[in-house]
């Protein structure tokens, strides 16, 4: 009996080891499917990116008083747009002649330094907010200059350059330093300081200033 009654005990173990052990794979199998990206596909990676960048896009251009595009920070979005803008602000050689507009470096290097300045100095004022959050950030509202650029170019393009059509480019440049200003503070008002928003403010001003001047200067 006291033979049986040891069986009985170590085969129910043996049954609790095995719905322990059940569960866990269970378990596993759920962390795999909801966190896990090591054995996704490429091809889900891919578009599971390419989704969070249109979501980050089309936030901008709809912005609201919410920081979602805060919360999963990336780069890939200012660098399509900001390698868009260097491509069509390059300046043209003509008989080895420069035409006066910024190289393509140049631009690189204005984007992202400006971004850079005014990431540290919304830092040093105590902004709640990371640096790359705020690069990223800063990089995507330049979606509605890259539009006005867009616009710009589709007017050089079609019409001979003139006051009226100067006029219209400086409208459109005008019309995307408003949008992406008023975008970027909507995204980053929340983290900054109440006294010192204008202070933060302030340069990010001039940083899109900047880039629209550009724009709007652009003749080529």
Known sequence: MDFDNERIDISDDLSGSMTISGGSKRLR???GTDFDTLDEPIKETILRDVRAVYTKFKNVLHPQRKNNIL????LWGPLVLCTFMATILQSSSENGE???GPEFAEVFV?????AIVVTINSKLLGGQISFFQSVCVLGYCLTPLGLSLLVCKILLILFSQSTFIFLLRLLA???GF???TYASVIFMENSQPPKRKALAIYPMFLFYFIISWLVASHTH
């Open 29 to 31: 199998g759920m962390k």
């Open 71 to 74: 919360k999963e920070w990336d």
């Open 98 to 100: 420069n035409d006066g």
């Open 110 to 114: 204005i984007v992202w330094l400006g």
């Open 173 to 175: 440049s005008g019309a």
């Open 178 to 180: 408003a949008w992406a």
